[in-house]
């Protein structure tokens, strides 16, 4: 099982419908998939889970319960998934994380990242809109760091990878790391 988690508006459907071809609800608002959505490719199951922050028109009572039933959906199949792919706005995510460090919190993309890493769930981080940013290699490189790992990009090559879902840029590279995360997760389990 491959789950695609991230923030509302972060393009994870967009993402799937390129990677597989197969028709997922995408949007322009926050809060377009609202319940996870299995999908069966390649002998996989791809989980397209809801966004986690702000969703338009949505109270925060039940942006609160979203992120509970993401969290809850994750830890009870944490045996089955093989990978979980980290999507974030590559043009906004370094911008909200510094807003939420402000504010003394710890911020979600920050928060998800580290719970997947104490589950031990293989994750790539793909660092996606990058047809909106400006300085590619900086900001990866900031975002380790805010993500509490040691070194820069060049050391996690094999977990940090620029990509546009809208313009299919580095879709192939990904696609491979994909694949190479899932052989290893499932060389270390014993499979
Ligand atoms: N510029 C740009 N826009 C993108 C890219 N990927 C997705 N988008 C746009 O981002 C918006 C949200 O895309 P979705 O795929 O619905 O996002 P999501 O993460 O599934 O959103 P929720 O289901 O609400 O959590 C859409 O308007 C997409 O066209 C990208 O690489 N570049
Ligand atoms: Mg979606």
Request: glycine residues 8%.
């Amino acid at each position: 099982m491959i789950v695609f988690v991230g923030r509302s508006n972060v393009g994870k459907s967009t993402l799937i419908f390129r990677l597989t071809g197969k028709y997922v609800k995408r949007g322009k608002r926050p809060g377009v998939t609202r319940k996870p959505i299995e999908l069966g490719w390649r002998g996989k199951t791809i989980v397209d889970m809801p966004g986690f922050g702000f969703m338009s028109g949505v109270p925060k009572h039940v942006q609160e319960k979203i992120k509970t039933e993401i969290v809850r959906f994750i830890e009870n199949n944490a045996d089955k998934i093989d990978l979980a792919v980290l999507v974030i706005d590559g043009k906004s995510a370094l911008e909200i994380i510094e807003r939420w460090e402000k504010r003394g919190e710890i911020p979600i993309d920050v928060e998800f990242f580290q719970f997947l890493q104490e589950l031990e769930i293989p994750t790539i981080v793909a660092v996606n809109k990058m047809d909106k940013m400006k300085n590619i290699r900086a900001t990866i490189n900031k975002l380790i760091e805010k993500f509490g790992l040691s070194g820069s990009w060049d050391d996690h090559k094999d977990t940090f990878i620029p990509i546009s879902a809208k313009f299919g840029t580095n879709l192939e590279e990904l696609r491979k790391l994909i694949e190479e995360k899932i052989k290893r997760s499932q060389e270390q389990r014993g499979l």
